[in-house]
Structures are given as structure tokens and as C-alpha cells.
């Protein structure tokens, strides 16, 4: 078989931050897949960078020991592992001060591509963007990384695009969502616009309502801080839903380039009326083990931990279709799935005994990234014409081999298209912003209307006034499944 790696040129890969959580259990872990692939071969450099005093050497025992964990399928080849920890280096180094920068310098190679992942809390953002360019870092092919979040409101995120935009031109700003990373959701792109079958159907003349949930089954544990002055609505919903969002309602870009695909996105998020206050739900997990209160070490703490809302787009593509999205901590199950739920046949030949049976194509994110169509056919056997529906399954190991069986992980994805170039899977700052401008209202509603979130049960589907948001309109959510 024709090998599907396009390698790149060696390049020097500055992880700052290079010590943490996400860093050790994400992005390393991706790039050592991706060196397994065969993405490159010699002369790729890289470096941690973080206050904590390692040398090289310690620093490439630590790298060794977390691939172990979340690279053990690779790091069974020891000779592999070897020779992956040989391209990773590392630089003792303050983000908010001048210390260790003229070390890094020095191992930075000239005439190649140099990316610089800002893996640390954003407070740190600016002054990594300023440093960079006075120790004189930055070249023509330089690259910065940002994780989320990206602002905590509009404002906030004006000044971080502004702080960036002194340093560093947009093309060279690559805003991470791994939402975009994965495989499924640049999936939904190719079966929206690379098949005649959906598309023409992909309106409000045929489609009843979309469904948007993203249900994690985890906690806010070690994120008790953050989370407390995020909740769902900043941490999940201004972003991750909004993205995926963004994907399945946007116009058919006019070519699968960056700049196209995001100024088709930014007109959604534009579109969006504002969510009436009854059209929120808002709530906390509290029963079936320790509460979202205990846990943040707050009796009286507002913060929600589970949203659901019904939101419009007003176009001439969507007027009087209704998306709904939802996301909560301590959910009955991990999964991560938009439903988009067709009309009913506008007339039932086979008579009101045989029922409503709409067509529903799931796109399932995690787990078990894949697409499944639920269309109707005839019962099979004898007793007339009964009705069933059946699921068409393009899940990726069955459709595309046992290669597929495991989906890359999105941060192989991303990191990789920030070492090619391409910003097509990364948020520009102008949607960044559209996005906050969409969420600050209805938080800032919540705040002067004094709004409690409803309790909800730890491994429950949520609160049961989401139940009764859908049940007004006549429609109910997709079960969570895991
Ligand atoms: N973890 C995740 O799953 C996840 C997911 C999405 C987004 N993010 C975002 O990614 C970023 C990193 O998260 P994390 O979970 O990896 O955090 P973390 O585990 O707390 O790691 C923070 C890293 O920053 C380094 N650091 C702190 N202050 C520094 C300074 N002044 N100069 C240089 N390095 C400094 C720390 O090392 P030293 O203490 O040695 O300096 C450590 O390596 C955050 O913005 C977070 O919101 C994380």
C-alpha cells in the first residue's frame, strides 16, 4: 500500500510548558506517533522549555516514562523510542523573565521551519509572544502555538489577539481547538461537501433540528481553580460546541483553504440571534458521589457545570431550524456526538400504524469516532409491511481496514499542520472574538439576574429541565451513550 505520511523537513519545535500536563499526556506523546509513522527522518530538534532545572538527559527520562503510558503501543519498539527521544532536548527557561533565553537561542537552527507551542497558563501568552521576539527568535517560517482558553471574555480576548498581533502576524498564529483535530469532524467537511447525497438536503426544508452534545463522564479534578471561574459556558460551550457548530451549519467554502473555510465559519457565529434566557439551561452536579460544591471548596459557588441551550442561525439556510447544544461534567457517559435529525416523509403511505421514522445521521466524535445513517426499511419476513429502522455504519475500521481501527489523535493532526503551514483546522482571532461576543451576553445575563444553576444527579443525562427544552418543542435528545 501507497504510504499516506507526507513527511516534512526537519524543524525545531519549542514546547513551552514542556514539563505539564498537557505537554507530557498530549503533545508528545503525538509527535512520538508521528515519528513512528515516518513523518520525518533526521535532524528535527525538540525542546521543553519550562523553570523546572532539568538537563537534557532528565528531561528525556521524564518524556520516556509518560510515552510509556500514553504511547505504549509504540514504545514497544525500544529502538523507535531511542531514537525519538535523540531529536528532544530541553531548556531551563523563564517565561516571564529574561533567564534561560539566550541558551535557547543558541540551539536554534537558522533557514527552517520554528514553532513555538505555548503550552502554559495563558498569563503567560504575552510575554512569551514579546520575548520571543526581543532575544530575536522569531524568522520568516516562525510559528507560535496558543492553547485554550483563548480570553475569558470579549474583552480579554481583544487584548490577547492585539498583545499577539504585535509580535506576530495572523498567518503565524495557530489558535488550537483539538475539537478540529479530529479525524470525524474533518470527516463531517468530506461527507457534506464531497457527496452530491447530503447536501442538497442539508437545510431547513429538510432537516427538523440539529443536535449537538458533548457529554464527559469525568469530573473537574485538579482543575478546580480554573473551572470555578470558567464553567461550561467558557470552558466548553464558547469553543468546542461552537466549532463543531461553526462546521455542520456553515455555507460550502469555495475551496478547502484556510482563510475560506474560516470566513464561512466567522458567518455562522455572526448569524446567531441571541438565546432567549428560556432558552438556557443551566446546572450542577450535586448527589451520586461528592458535589460540584465540595469539590470546589465552595458552598455558594454558581458555576455551572452543565449547559444545554437552543440556539438559531439566522440565514435563508436555517431560519426555523433549531440547534441544540448541551455539555456537562459527570454525565452518565464519555461521548461526544452531533445528530442531525431530518424531517419526517411528508406523507406516510404505508399508514399511521407504521409510525414516524425520520432519518437521523450521527457523527460520533469520541468514542468511536465514525458516522452512522438510521434510515428505514421493511421488517424483514412475513406480517405486512412493518417498519424498521436500521443503522448504515461508516465507522473507520470497518469502512478503511484495521489501519484505521484507532483514529490519530487530534494533537497529531493539528501539530503537524502547524509545522506544514496550513490554518485551516485553527481559529482566527476575528472568531475567536465573534464567539465571545455571542457568549458574553448570556453570561453576563446569568450574573445580573442573580441565576442559580438547577442540581443535577452525578452519572445522570443532566438536569431535568433540559429534558423539558426539547419537550416543549415536541422533540427529545438522543440518548448518551458511551
Ligand atoms: N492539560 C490539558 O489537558 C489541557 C487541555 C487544553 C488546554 N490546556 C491548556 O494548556 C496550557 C497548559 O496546561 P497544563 O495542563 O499542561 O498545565 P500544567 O500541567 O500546570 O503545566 C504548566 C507548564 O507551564 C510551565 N510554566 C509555568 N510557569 C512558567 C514560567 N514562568 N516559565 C516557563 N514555564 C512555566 C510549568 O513548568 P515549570 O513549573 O517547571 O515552570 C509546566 O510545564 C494551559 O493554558 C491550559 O489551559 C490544557
Known amino acids: 500500500m501507497v504510504s499516506r505520511v507526507i513527511p516534512v523537513d526537519p524543524f525545531d519545535l519549542v514546547i513551552f510548558g514542556g514539563t505539564g500536563d498537557l505537554a507530557q499526556r498530549k503533545i508528545l506523546p503525538a509527535l512520538f506517533r508521528r515519528f513512528c509513522a515516518g513523518q520525518w527522518a533526521d535532524g528535527v530538534q525538540i525542546i521543553g522549555a519550562a523553570r523546572t532545572k532539568h538537563d537534557g538527559a532528565t528531561f528525556r527520562q521524564v518524556v520516556a516514562e509518560s510515552l510509556k503510558t500514553h504511547a505504549s503501543v509504540q514504545c514497544k519498539d525500544a529502538a523507535a523510542l531511542a531514537a525519538f527521544l535523540q531529536c ?87 489558535r488550537i481547538d483539538h475539537y478540529l483535530g479530529k479525524e470525524t469532524v474533518q470527516n463531517l467537511m468530506a461527507v457534506r461537501f464531497g457527496n452530491m447525497l447530503f447536501e442538497p438536503l442539508w437545510n431547513s426544508q429538510y432537516v427538523d433540528h440539529i ?168 421488517e424483514p419476513g412475513q406480517g405486512g409491511m412493518r417498519l424498521v429502522d436500521v443503522p448504515l455504519d461508516m465507522s473507520f475500521a470497518e469502512a478503511l481496514g484495521p489501519e484505521n481501527q484507532e483514529p490519530p489523535d487530534a494533537y497529531e493532526r493539528l501539530v503537524m499542520d502547524v509545522i506544514r503551514g496550513n490554518q485551516t483546522l485553527f481559529m482566527r482571532g476575528d472568531e475567536v472574538e465573534a464567539a465571545w461576543a455571542w457568549t458574553d451576553p448570556i453570561i453576563a445575563g446569568w450574573q445580573s439576574s442573580g441565576d442559580v444553576p438547577k442540581p443535577y444527579e452525578s452519572g445522570s443525562t443532566g438536569p431535568g429541565d433540559a429534558e423539558l427544552l426539547m419537550k416543549r418543542d415536541g422533540r427529545r435528545w438522543q440518548g448518551i451513550n458511551p
Not at 523563564?94 to 498569563?123: I, M, N
Request: aromatic share 8%; hydrophobic share 40%.
Open 211 to 378: 443536535q449537538i452534545t458533548v457529554a464527559e463522564s469525568v469530573g473537574i479534578d485538579g482543575r478546580e481553580e480554573y473551572y470555578e471561574r470558567a464553567g461550561a459556558m467558557r470552558d466548553m460551550m464558547q469553543n468546542h460546541l461552537m466549532q463543531l457548530l461553526c462546521l455542520i451549519a456553515m455555507e460550502p467554502p469555495a475551496k478547502f483553504d484556510p482563510d475560506a473555510v474560516r470566513d464561512e465559519k466567522l458567518k455562522v457565529i455572526r448569524a446567531l440571534d441571541p438565546v432567549e434566557p428560556h432558552h438556557i439551561v443551566r446546572g450542577q452536579f450535586e448527589g451520586g458521589g461528592p458535589s460540584y460544591r465540595q469539590i470546589v471548596g465552595n458552598p455558594r459557588s454558581t458555576t455551572e457545570s452543565y449547559v444545554a441551550l437552543r440556539a438559531h442561525i439566522s440565514n435563508w439556510r436555517w431560519a426555523g431550524t433549531p440547534f441544540y447544544l448541551r455539555t456537562g461534567k459527570r454525565l452518565v457517559a464519555r461521548s461526544s456526538v452531533i445528530n442531525v435529525m431530518f424531517k419526517d416523509a411528508p406523507h406516510s403511505i404505508f399508514g399511521e400504524q407504521a409510525g414516524r421514522h425520520a432519518n437521523v445521521l450521527s457523527i460520533r466524535l469520541q468514542p468511536n469516532e465514525g458516522i452512522t445513517l438510521k434510515v428505514t426499511i421493511k
Open 88 to 174: 528532544v532536548d530541553y531548556v531551563a527557561l523563564d517565561g516571564g523573565s529574561d533567564e534561560g533565553w539566550s541558551t535557547l537561542a543558541a540551539k536554534l537552527q537558522p533557514d527552517r521551519v520554528r514553532a513555538f507551542y505555548f503550552s502554559v497558563g495563558p498569563r503567560l501568552f504575552g510575554s512569551l509572544a514579546e520575548r520571543i521576539q526581543s532575544h530575536d527568535l522569531a524568522t520568516e517560517q516562525t510559528r507560535i502555538v496558543v492553547e485554550k482558553p483563548f480570553g475569558h471574555d470579549l474583552d480579554s480576548a481583544k487584548v490577547l489577539n492585539a498583545t499577539l498581533a504585535t509580535h506576530f502576524r495572523e498567518k503565524q498564529i495557530y
